[in-house]
């Protein structure tokens, strides 16, 4: 079993709605769970970080965590053209290293 | 601050030949990551920092690959006798341990062709 699970997608959303990316992880002593988006030939940047059980909101996007079924979330509301990219969702493991999952990729249809 | 910086942004090698990337991270941050990203998959740990010392290595990674951060501050990870495999973009990330939430913030890579 891989660590980190994501949906490779193509996911597509059509301009204006809202994005949902999903994100599972196998460690149970993991903490931190952090929400990175990559451009096409560019590293990855921050988006968000969530430790606690439940979500946080950071403008248009909200990031949810269920530490009980090992799922984490990012919810993109009012999903713009510019948001197509890939986003990953990264773990720190309870031996303190990040660890990433595959990526999603993200299509928002103007 | 500008970020993480990394030099070079492209390289292009023959198999068989050394090369060595270099990585400056954000100025008052203690650890400093290298990543490995192909195609289609997430970024692969290679190994860590904190301060000057090497902290742990993936075992995923062979003898070939080294790396260095002798003052604590810039780092350079250099692969010997390449292999058309190493072709990937090489992504160093920078993160402040020890005050709070540790977060990492990447530098824009360096994308390596071997031929």
């Known amino acids: 079993q891989k660590e980190v699970e994501q949906n490779s997608g193509p996911l597509s959303v059509p301009e204006g709605a809202i994005a949902s990316l999903n994100c599972t992880y196998s460690?149970?002593?993991?903490?931190?769970f952090f929400w990175y988006r990559q451009y096409s030939g560019k590293s990855p940047e921050l988006i968000m970080f969530?430790?606690?059980?439940g979500d946080k909101e950071d403008g248009r996007f909200t990031a949810q965590l269920n530490k009980a079924s090992q799922y984490v979330s990012l919810l993109i509301r009012d999903s713009q053209p510019s948001d197509s990219a890939t986003y990953l969702c990264?773990?720190?493991?309870?031996?303190?290293?990040?660890?990433f999952g595959p990526g999603t990729s993200l299509s928002v249809i103007p | 601050d500008t970020g993480v910086s990394q030099n070079p942004r492209h390289k292009i090698t023959k198999r068989g030949q050394n090369v060595t990337f270099r990585c400056d991270p954000i100025?008052?941050?203690?650890?400093l990551y290298w990543y490995r990203q192909t195609l289609g998959q997430g970024p692969e740990f290679l190994t860590y920092?904190?301060?000057?010392?090497?902290?742990?290595k993936s075992r995923l990674l062979s003898d070939r690959f080294s790396a260095e951060r002798p003052k604590g501050s810039f780092s350079t990870l250099e692969i010997q006798r390449t292999e058309q495999g190493d072709s990937a973009m090489y992504l160093c990330?920078?993160?402040?341990?020890?005050?709070?939430?540790?977060?990492?913030?990447f530098g824009p890579g360096t994308r390596l062709l071997v031929l």
């Open positions: 990330a920078s993160s402040l341990y020890g005050r709070g939430q540790e977060t990492q913030y």
């Open positions: 990264a773990m720190k493991t309870s031996y303190d290293k990040v660890i």
């Open positions: 969530i430790y606690s059980n």
């Open positions: 920092f904190q301060n000057e010392a090497q902290l742990e």
């Open positions: 100025s008052e941050h203690n650890r």
């Open positions: 460690d149970r002593g993991s903490q931190s």
